[in-house]
C-alpha cells in the first residue's frame, strides 16, 4: 500500500505570493530559519535543513503547480525517491496551499507528516503574521 501525507493549509498571503516564497530561496529560509537551495524550474536541486531533505524539481507551473522528488535521510537506500505536490488555489482573501506527499517509506511517515506542520506551516503562518 502507498503511503500518502494529505494536507491543506489556508495562510494569509495570496497563491501567487505563497508560491513565490516556497521557490525563493531567501524566502523559503525566512520561513524555515535555515538555508535553501531551490529554484522556479524544472530539472532544479533542491537541499533543505543542512542537506537533510534532498530532491529535483521536476515539474513547476508558475503560480499554480510544484512537482518535486524528495527524500530525508530515515528513506533506506533503496527506498525510491518520495514525489511532493504542492498547489496553489485562491481562498477568499488569502491562499491555500494543497500538499500530497506520496510514497513516504514506513519509517518516515509520521515524522514527515509531522514536519510539515511544525518545519513549514507553522513557521509559514508565523511568517507572515510578522
Not at 494536507?7 to 516564497?21: E, I, N, R
Not at 504542492?86 to 519509517?107: A, C, K, M, N, T
Amino acid at each position: 500500500m502507498r503511503n500518502v501525507i494529505y494536507k491543506t493549509v489556508v495562510l494569509k498571503a495570496t497563491p501567487d505570493a505563497l508560491f513565490d516564497m516556497y521557490v525563493d530561496p531567501v524566502l523559503h529560509q525566512a520561513i524555515t530559519g535555515l538555508p535553501v537551495t531551490i529554484a522556479a524550474e524544472a530539472g532544479a536541486e533542491f537541499v533543505a535543513f543542512d542537506g537533510t531533505l534532498t530532491g529535483v524539481m521536476l515539474q513547476v507551473v508558475k503560480p499554480r503547480l510544484i512537482v518535486q522528488t524528495w527524500r530525508s535521510p530515515a528513506f533506506a537506500e533503496d527506498d525510491p525517491d518520495s514525489i511532493l505536490i504542492l498547489s496553489f488555489h485562491p481562498q477568499g482573501e488569502h491562499g491555500r496551499i494543497e500538499l500530497v506527499h506520496l510514497d513516504v517509506p514506513d519509517q518516515d511517515y509520521e515524522e514527515v507528516k509531522l514536519g510539515w506542520r511544525e518545519k513549514y506551516f507553522e513557521p509559514w503562518r508565523e511568517f507572515l503574521a510578522n
